[in-house]
């Protein structure tokens, strides 16, 4: 590809945006906590303003609107820490193409989350423990649970990326397995165990026995899962970081970049309007007549709505000096340093 650029069609924007009223208040105190914590850890001295230049800590705040602000805080903070993970595992220098040394990072946040580990804690792990423990200390135990859970599964999908990558993307039958591999773990179903600690209630119980109330936390996953590998391709692009569905839609079945970005868009619009159905059918149903899940599917589509935006203005995304104009589409073109909006 020797230029990129593509037009994004407009985005279903199905659902309602409401960012949380003290979200800029939290994203600061967010930014002081990791640059007390995450800073020291950092290897390059430029490597911390720009961390911090990312937004990070933004995201909840456009995504859980009825979290208490300290409960939000956990997860600014919490988010903030994955996001560092991310770049560990995303770059080579670190564990993006050692298998057996992601094995090794990974299995000891596993025994942290499961109460086994007996070493003592240093660095990220100590920080993670502290997260860890901030959280769940104020979840309901099957609540906790499930979260532990959907950990262990974000965690097991980290490692199929880094197996992918390791063995240079051979399997013929690539791009299904990225896709599922980035849907495992770059949708983090943590993400709506979330959205019950910061709404204060346990669905545990309701999503064991029903299917249609799972299929809901399936649908958001794919939906901002499969919007995020377009917003989030020219940073992967650029880093070398072939974990992309785009970037294997292009080496492995000869797509153009704008017929990849148009099979993305087409399928996660349609997990949109899946979303919205499904929820439409629970609130029509004796289980959608109770407060919880009004509250639960509410909280859920204010996350896709705000994720959406946040991913299309991230400077993570986009570069230090990209200016979102607000719009849902669009023609971008693709540069080192930033995207550029042609139209």
Known sequence: MTELQFILNPLPDLLPYRPHPDRERVEDLSNQWTRRYLGPLMTRPEALNEFLGQRLALW?????????????LNICNWNQYWFFMDDMA???????SDPVGARTAFDSLRQITHGTHTARLAGHEK?????????????????????????????????????LRSAGYVDTDHVDQLIAARLQACGMLWCFDLSEYGLGIDL???????????RIRDLAVRQTCLFGEIFSFRKEYFSSDGMNAIAALIAQNEHSLQEAVDILHAR????????????????????????????????????IAGVTRWELQTPRYHGPEFQWDGRLAGHWKLLPGETLELG
């Open 60 to 72: 909840p705040g456009m995504c859980y609107p009825a979290a208490p602000p300290e409960r939000l």
């Open 90 to 96: 995303a770059y080579t220098e670190h564990l993006g």
């Open 127 to 163: 920080i993670f423990s502290a997260l860890f423990q901030a959280i769940t200390s104020d979840m309901p135990e099957q609540l906790a649970a499930r979260f532990v859970a959907d950990l262990d599964d974000m965690l097991d999908g980290f490692e199929r990326e880094i197996e």
């Open 204 to 214: 545990s119980n309701d999503l064991d026995r029903h299917p249609g109330l799972r």
């Open 268 to 303: 996660g619009s349609a997990a949109e309007h899946e979303f919205v159905a499904a929820c439409d059918a629970i609130r029509k149903s004796d289980l959608g007549q109770r407060p919880e899940i009004h509250a639960y599917l509410d909280e859920i589509g204010h996350q």
